[in-house]
């Protein structure tokens, strides 16, 4: 089942093109790669499928149905969500409530429920806390659940975001440059948990600079260049596409 549908998808800054006329689809239990160099569109793409900004042009289906326009909270409660380039941790919450947060997606009490503590309300934050710490233990955070979310290093702040977005039980999760700033050791952590998302029910859109991963994970690749889509294939067909390889103006990306 085709569960996100891009289709000529445009979206302009100002005089300048972040996203030109871009096509592609991923499939329900795919793990789809979007690959670039940097100023190539990639983070502007995510935004436009998680509701940061709208497109100028051409649409956005998830199973079947249009989402290009609708807000971030819509999408979410959709089934997709996303983690950031930039990290986005409330740092003086636990581990755990930070993985909490997105667990409350799931959620059936309000504020003023939680508030006025109705009935259910203790069983549901059970619930939500036992999630959480599933999540944690998805990642390989467990036993770090009452650290100050600060305290972690880069590389498990990084993973913390990851389970924080599983803990939403999401159909489709976008992942923006998830091995940014880890060691070797915790990207192959990484890759194996990223490799490992699809029987979980979860399929991923990823965007990574890290070609070896990309490479071992990926079962497609899409490339972009100037906003627009320059090649398309599995990681054999990119890893041999003369154009791709001239797009990075002779990095050594493979």
Known sequence: MTLLGVNRLTRHFGGVTAVNFVDFHVEQGEIVAIIGPNGAGKTTLFNLISGVVSPDSGSITYKGAEIGGLTPEKI??????RTF???QLFRNMSVVENVMVGAHRRGKKGMLQAGLRWPGVAAEEKS???????SLELVG?????????????YGEQRLLEIARAMAMEP????????AAGMNQGETNRLGELVAGLPDMGTTVLLVEHNMEMVMTVAHRIVVLDHGSKLAEGTPEDIQ????????YLGEEVF
Do not use: H
């Not at 955070?141 to 290093?153: D, M, Q, S, T």
């Not at 159909?171 to 998830?178: A, G, Q, S, T, V």
């Not at 041999?240 to 797009?247: E, K, L, P, T, W």
């Open 240 to 247: 041999n596409d003369a154009q791709v390889i001239s797009a």
């Open 128 to 134: 939500i806390y036992s999630r959480a710490m599933s």
């Open 76 to 81: 979410a409660a959709l089934g997709i969500t």
């Open 85 to 87: 380039q930039n990290l």
């Open 171 to 178: 159909e489709l999760i976008l992942l923006d440059e998830p």
């Open 141 to 153: 955070l467990p036993g770090k659940e009452n650290y100050p979310a600060e305290v972690l290093p």
